[in-house]
Nanobody, 126 residues
């Protein structure tokens, strides 16, 4: 059974940084296109970044481009999200997701992601 577990969330002041991790168990992360999403209260889940299985391709949403960096360590079965220059609008529950395809075209379509973590909360104060 494939499981994704996020960690690294917390509370930070505006302008600060956080690094989220997502550990995959039950399978090899190199099989998956991985993504980070977030969802704030009352809002739809928003795609932030997608990284291909070999890290050769990375895609960012305009809202985080230049501030967030996605990476993966396939040897550690772990996905990362480095978040810099955080602002209060970044406050949300952050989720990692896995899509079993290699190769595959990047997509923000939630329904195409097979596995999801339980989320980690990020709160940014002004």
């Amino acid at each position: 059974q494939v499981q994704l577990v996020e960690s690294g969330g917390g509370s930070v002041q505006a302008g600060g940084s956080l690094r989220l991790s997502c550990v995959v168990s039950g399978s090899t992360i190199s099989r998956y296109s991985m993504a980070w999403f977030r969802q704030a209260p009352g809002k739809e889940r928003e795609g932030l970044t997608i990284i291909s299985p070999t890290s050769g391709s990375r895609l960012y949403a305009d809202s985080v481009k230049g501030r967030f960096t996605v990476s993966r360590d396939n040897a550690k079965n772990t996905l990362y999200l480095q978040m810099d220059s955080l602002n209060p609008e970044d406050s949300a529950m952050y989720y990692c997701a896995a899509r079993s395809c290699n190769p595959c075209a990047s997509t923000w379509n939630l329904n195409l992601y097979t596995y999801w973590g339980q989320g980690t909360q990020v709160t940014v104060s002004a």
